[in-house]
């Protein structure tokens, strides 16, 4: 799998709040959310950065906006609004070398962010 955090969740070898699972993907909550509702949705396979993702990762990236989509309504902020964020290498905050999907909201979020 991967030898980050996240691989070691998406294999089962570490528990997380679980709020969706399928073949493809993973949604748990954030240890240390930056809203009230705060998820990562994140492949089973391991891609260190959406630049590590490739045409054949096409299929794989829409099931994670996907899939986002449908926790955002599970969770009830699709109609008030969430936001979705991909942070790319260290410069933009990625911390976690797993290619991960934050989804946000519960609250009034400002832009722009960072």
Not at 9 to 24: C, Q, R
Not at 85 to 98: E, K, L, M, R, W
Request: net charge negative; hydrophobic share 40%.
């Amino acid at each position: 799998m991967s030898d980050t955090i996240f691989g070691r969740i998406a294999s089962g070898e570490l528990s997380a709040d679980i709020v969706h699972e399928d073949e493809d993907l993973v949604v748990f909550r954030d240890l240390s959310p930056q809203a009230p509702t705060h998820l990562l949705v994140i492949p089973r396979k391991p891609i260190p950065t959406l630049d590590d993702a490739g045409p054949e990762d096409a299929e794989l990236l829409g099931k994670l906006l996907l899939a986002a989509a449908r926790v955002a309504a599970q969770e009830g902020i699709a109609e008030t609004g969430y936001r979705t964020v991909i942070n790319c290498n260290a410069g933009a905050g990625q911390t976690v070398f797993h290619l991960h999907l934050h989804v946000l909201g519960g609250r009034p979020l400002r832009w722009p962010p960072g």
